[in-house]
T-cell receptor, first 112, second 113 residues
Framework: GESVGLHLPTLSVQEGDNSIINCAYSNSASDYFIWYKQESGKGPQFIIDIRSNMDKRQGQRVTVLLNKTVKHLSLQIAATQPGDSAVYFCAERLSNDYKLSFGAGTTVTVRA | NAGVTQTPKFQVLKTGQSMTLQCAQDMNHNSMYWYRQDPGMGLRLIYYSASEGTTDKGEVPNGYNVSRLNKREFSLRLESAAPSQTSVYFC????????????FGPGTRLTVT
């Protein structure tokens, strides 16, 4: 399953498929972007980050893409597993600040 | 390492009551943060402490006070709780003010009736 274009608050994905979670950020002066994963009843957990001078970064089963032209960030999860069910947040940080600004989050549900 | 710990996990208050949420980290981090999380709104910063001895207001500080007791501990106080403060509260820490990777505690679910 994919969510492309608009940010969607929920995403249902078949186990084994790839997931794409989108995020639109607000400030063109932001220099760092981070994805967090929050499982039910727990605090957010860092997944991956990307600097504004990059357009792609890969981690283990995850890839983050940054399109500064349209201020869009996406998180791709390969071969989605049941343990990937969670709420995913993007966050941005301004270059002259150290506070993070979080998006509203996307709830990902993995279907067996 | 326990990371970031928070107490209590759950709390119910009546309007007007006061309480303090406790947070401690054992990672020797300099910076600590308090957030609230409401449905559909992501995390909003209440207060932060860039280093021991300093505190600053975040996005939604009204109705809250904080104390950076020492390097490990950062508490959040509600002096007179209101139903609008019903939320899940998260404490976080980072190595220093320039580190963007924040480590979060498990949260405190607060209900104000």
């Amino acid at each position: 399953g994919e969510s492309v274009g608009l940010h969607l608050p929920t995403l249902s994905v078949q186990e084994g498929d790839n997931s794409i979670i989108n995020c639109a950020y607000s400030n063109s002066a932001s220099d760092y972007f981070i994805w967090y994963k929050q499982e039910s009843g727990k605090g957010p957990q860092f997944i991956i980050d990307i600097r504004s001078n990059m357009d792609k970064r890969q981690g283990q089963r995850v890839t983050v893409l940054l399109n500064k032209t349209v201020k869009h960030l996406s998180l791709q999860i390969a071969a989605t597993q049941p343990g990937d069910s969670a709420v995913y947040f993007c966050a941005e940080r301004l270059s002259n600040d150290y506070k993070l600004s979080f998006g509203a989050g996307t709830t990902v549900t993995v279907r067996a | 390492n326990a990371g970031v710990t928070q107490t209590p996990k759950f709390q119910v208050l009546k309007t007007g009551q006061s309480m303090t949420l406790q947070c401690a980290q054992d990672m020797n981090h300099n910076s600590m943060y308090w957030y609230r999380q409401d449905p559909g709104m992501g995390l909003r910063l209440i207060y932060y402490s860039a280093s021991e001895g300093t505190t600053d207001k975040g996005e939604v500080p009204n109705g809250y006070n904080v104390s950076r007791l020492n390097k490990r501990e950062f508490s959040l106080r509600l002096e007179s709780a209101a139903p609008s403060q019903t939320s899940v509260y998260f404490c976080a820490s980072s190595a220093d003010r320039t580190s963007y990777e924040q480590y979060f505690g498990p949260g405190t679910r607060l209900t104000v009736t």
